[in-house]
């Protein structure tokens, strides 16, 4: 029996689908956040997270058995196909209502001036609509990206991290004096977004930065809403700024540390079911999910949260970006940024694998003249501290990862990419920022930390 969807529908609605229906398994066909020629398609169990061992193995196993098309059954048997349409769509937006946090607040900021662009994919199918359905009146969308195309016409990549998928949703804002800028990917599942900054000028919010707003917000507003609960608990990638876990700790919520991708974040939520609440988490790649009845990243969960956290700021005569600098000042400045190495073909790969051979062989003592303190082998499972004792690492299954540690709170992540002929290193370095006014200086600070650290490691 499958349910297949009368037209598209974002990642996330299908995810809920397979729960909702009690399925075994889900396909979704997607170039995601890629150019178009990137198509291809995600595969998800029946806890509505994308497959994890042994299924991902098995299923190649199947499709390795396959010697040519003409073994492949084009001819279905239509009596098992169930089309499907509204009647997810109705049930998926109420339980995505339940998750917001103060309602009052929205109705008293209903006119948040919105700007939504879905980059001609499925957010178009049910943002605006739940934007709407959680009382914000004032929402406006890009028409010429509210254009169904599989072609991405508009943009060079619909990729809502790349300043330039972003340009014509903040042109309109510019035009209209909006207070928030919002942006799906063309499977709905990553959020971008961008705000005026304390100049004026409209600035982009980075994954790091969009994951801590909306962490900080749930559980500041959970625990003033008296919903917070004991056992209450977080999640983020290990590659994802560590100020969440600064919050975290203040506030006294439990956060875990998982490997990069939605999936290991959803096996967290399915260890814990029935036993403890997930509340929130996120990753660098600026995917969110606020709730556990879906199990991957949700751009309609996140947008109408985002729309909710910038009603709440208006509420204080605030903007996004100054919730950010609260943020900032209360518990310390960071500073976030991704360099990737490429290196194509053949001999890349080979150059990217002696790369990570060269770190395991050589570790470095020092980067950006701050002492190492913990090195962590994500291969081996093995965490070294300053003075070489060497710890477990308890995660589920090995990854080729690497992380280091320095006094003064710099963190450094390399691994390989799973999907590009690259390298990449994540790299975080801490400031003090003791006021509002104290942000570009503290950023400027940072920025030269962050050249210190390229140089020691030659990136």
């Known amino acids: 029996k499958v349910y297949l969807f009368e037209d598209m529908r974002p990642t996330p609605e299908m995810s809920f689908a397979i729960r909702h229906f009690g399925c075994q398994s889900g396909i979704n066909i997607t170039a995601s956040h890629n150019p178009r020629e990137y198509n291809g398609y995600k595969a998800y169990w029946d806890d509505g997270a994308q497959v994890l061992a042994p299924h991902d193995k098995g299923i190649i196993d199947e499709v390795n058995k396959i010697s040519s098309a003409t073994d492949i059954k084009f001819e279905g048997n239509k009596d098992l196909i169930q089309i499907v349409g509204e009647e997810v769509d109705s049930v998926y937006l109420d339980k995505v209502k339940s998750i917001s946090i103060d309602p009052e607040v929205i109705k008293r900021q209903k006119d948040l001036k919105i700007v939504y662009t879905p980059i001609h994919g499925t957010g178009m199918m049910l943002i605006p609509r739940a934007l709407k359905q959680w009382g914000f009146e004032n929402v406006h969308t890009v028409p010429e990206q509210m254009v169904k195309s599989g072609d991405f016409p508009t943009v060079i990549s619909p990729n809502p991290e790349n300043a330039e998928a972003l340009s014509m949703a903040i042109e309109l804002a510019k035009k209209i004096d909006a207070d928030i800028v919002m942006a799906s990917d ?14 004026g000028e409209w600035v982009l919010i ?22 917070m609960k004991e056992d209450d608990f977080i999640v983020k990638t290990i590659v994802t700024t560590e100020l969440i876990k600064s919050v ?6 439990e956060m875990l540390d998982c490997y990069t991708g939605f999936k290991w974040i959803a096996r967290e939520i399915r260890l814990r079911e029935g036993k403890q609440q997930y509340i929130g988490g996120g990753e660098e790649s600026y995917g969110f999910l606020a709730e556990d009845f879906v199990r991957d990243k949700d751009a309609v969960s996140a947008c109408t949260l985002l729309a909710e956290i910038c009603a709440w700021a208006k509420d204080q005569g605030k903007t996004l970006f100054e919730v950010l600098l609260d943020i900032y000042v209360e518990y310390g400045f960071s500073k976030e940024t991704t360099v990737n190495v490429v290196k194509p073909g053949k001999s890349g790969a080979e150059e990217i694998k002696a790369m990570m051979e060269n770190f395991r062989a050589n570790p470095p003592k020092e980067i950006g003249g701050s002492k190492v303190i913990v090195s962590k082998d994500f291969k081996t499972l093995k965490a070294t501290d300053g003075n070489d004792n060497v710890t477990e690492l308890e995660m589920p299954e090995t990854s080729n990862v690497l992380q280091y540690f320095t006094e003064d709170g710099t963190k450094i992540s390399v691994r390989p990419s799973g999907t590009e002929p690259k390298i990449k290193f994540y790299v975080e370095v ?17 920025e030269e930390k962050v050249e210190a650290v390229r140089k020691s490691l030659g990136i």
Request: hydrophobic share 35%; glycine share 8%.
């Open 206 to 227: 980075n994954g790091n930065q969009t994951c801590l707003l909306f962490l900080y917000y749930i559980i500041k507003n959970r625990i003033a809403t008296g919903k």
């Open 248 to 253: 975290a700790d203040k506030n006294h919520i």
């Open 430 to 446: 801490k400031g003090e920022m003791g006021c509002h006014k104290c942000f570009d200086a503290a950023n400027a600070a940072a």
């Open 186 to 199: 063309p499977d709905a599942d990553r959020v971008g977004m961008a705000c005026k900054n304390d100049k």
